[in-house]
T-cell receptor, first 117, second 115 residues
Framework: AQKVTQAQTEISVVEKEDVTLDCVYE???????LFWYKQPPSGELVFLIR??????QNEISGRYSWNFQKSTSSFNFTITASQVVDSAVYFC??????????????FGQGTRLTINP | KAGVTQTPRYLIKTRGQQVTLSCSPI?????VSWYQQTPGQGLQFLFE???????NKGNFPGRFSGRQFSNSRSEMNVSTLELGDSALYLC??????????????FGDGTRLSIL
């Protein structure tokens, strides 16, 4: 069965610090997709990144970077020089391709990130 | 492009009633998925519709049902409401085709409270 674990329930840091959110997943499939979403207080889940199981290249987008390591089944997310606007709940999710194009996202429990000024 | 639109934003019902939630996907998206978010269980997949057909289903009782119309708009219905159905219900849309799982884009959700 698929499972996503975000062991950090809450993280609180001071603005400008770097912070890493951990994500560990379990799946039996060889083809799968990993995602990170951000949920601000308004409730909407905002898509941040998608990575497929065949692409282990790390990715950087501005202050955000992602480290995908298949050997440890981890897909960690780092925010560099954090800002107050980064405060939100962050979810890691896993999707296996059941039918072409179909999706069923399995989410971790989320990490509540608070950036203090 | 307009995002995913869910109506209503808030809803209060009593036990035993039924409720219908609506979702309009991003223009051109043919796949609509529904998720339930509660503090205890987190985000859980309910079902996915594509071209008016349910393509995937989560582990929820039959009281939870949905449908999709020809314009890709979707509704979900919960009958015989229970206190435990109080949750944020999120709708997500994606293109729904192709070899790669396209990212799902979420609406603001409908917050359902059962009294």
């Amino acid at each position: 069965a698929q499972k996503v674990t975000q062991a950090q329930t809450e993280i609180s840091v001071v603005e400008k610090e770097d912070v890493t959110l951990d994500c560990v997943y379990e799946t039996r499939d060889t083809t799968y997709y990993l995602f990170w979403y951000k949920q601000p207080p308004s409730g909407e889940l905002v898509f941040l990144i998608r990575r497929n199981s065949f692409d282990e290249q790390n990715e950087i987008s501005g202050r955000y970077s992602w480290n995908f390591q298949k050997s440890t089944s981890s897909f960690n997310f780092t925010i560099t020089a954090s800002q107050v606007v980064d405060s939100a709940v962050y979810f890691c999710a896993l999707s296996e391709s059941i039918i072409q194009g179909a999706q069923k996202l399995v989410f971790g429990q989320g990490t509540r990130l608070t950036i203090n000024p | 492009k307009a995002g995913v639109t869910q109506t209503p934003r808030y809803l209060i019902k009593t036990r035993g009633q039924q409720v219908t939630l609506s979702c309009s996907p991003i223009s051109g998206h043919r796949s609509v998925s529904w998720y339930q978010q509660t503090p205890g269980q987190g985000l859980q997949f309910l079902f996915e519709y594509f071209s008016e057909t349910q393509r995937n289903k989560g582990n929820f009782p039959g009281r939870f049902s949905g449908r999709q119309f020809s314009n890709s708009r979707s509704e979900m219905n919960v009958s015989t409401l229970e206190l435990g159905d109080s949750a944020l219900y999120l709708c997500a849309s994606s293109e729904g085709t192709g070899l790669e799982n396209q990212p799902q884009h979420f609406g603001d959700g409908t917050r359902l409270s059962i009294l």
